[in-house]
T-cell receptor, first 113, second 113 residues
């Protein structure tokens, strides 16, 4: 089974709808992250969380919110989706050691019409 | 502050040819450096990383990278490209106590028969 899972894998929605993307991990990591990927722009950080009670904004948090329901679960919400939020979204995890890598989920492809 | 520049959004090579993907970083403190690979419809996975010690780092699938402090570079190489190497490659830097990595914009490797 995959260590980091994301649901749904694909979603098409309409402008103005509320959308939730979910991430679960079995790696036992405290730190979790949400990124979006757009062609030519690489990965941009939306939100990150270092433990259940710690939530931090990334470079592009406007229009997004998150919830850390448990150590293993980190959800991303789009309160009112807009077309320029069409992108590939990735969840990632890491442990506390700064020299260690992140582990990524398979991604959610979101299309907002 | 930390930043990453990947030269060339696309690199095209013939099967069997040398692969060279360029990454330059900016950091005011000694960095931790990472290369990730993203195959189509998948999340990112770690190819290799530099933390401390030996500056030539070997990774999976025959890739290696050399940390050159004087050039602030961490270029990725592979002696002989294979069709299965076609993917998106991301360089990332984590500097000092920063737990948030900065990613480059990615380089798409195209391998021709």
């Amino acid at each position: 089974d995959a260590d980091v899972t994301q649901t749904p894998r694909n979603r098409i929605t309409k402008t103005g709808k509320r959308i939730m993307l979910e991430c679960s991990q079995t790696k036992g990591h405290d730190r979790m992250y949400w990124y979006r990927q757009d062609p030519g722009l690489g990965l941009r950080l939306i939100y990150y969380s270092f433990d259940v009670k710690d939530i931090n904004k990334g470079e592009i948090s406007d229009g997004y919110s998150v919830s850390r329901q448990a150590q293993a679960k980190f959800s991303l919400s789009l309160e009112s989706a807009i077309p320029n939020q069409t992108a590939l979204y990735f969840c990632a995890t890491s442990d506390y050691r700064v020299y260690n890598e992140q582990f990524f989920g398979p991604g959610t492809r979101l299309t907002v019409l | 502050a930390q930043s990453v520049t990947q030269l060339g959004s696309h690199v095209s090579v013939s099967e069997g040819a040398l692969v060279l993907l360029r990454c330059n970083y900016s950091s005011s403190v000694p960095p931790y450096l990472f290369w990730y690979v993203q195959y189509p419809n998948q999340g990112l996975q770690l190819l290799l990383k530099y933390t401390t010690g030996a500056t030539l780092v070997k990774g999976i699938n025959g890739f290696e990278a050399e940390f050159k402090k004087s050039e602030t570079s961490f270029h990725l190489t592979k002696p002989s490209a294979h069709m299965s190497d076609a993917a998106e490659y991301f360089c990332a830097v984590r500097a000092g106590g920063s737990y948030i990595p900065t990613f480059g914009r990615g380089t798409s490797l195209i391998v021709h028969p």
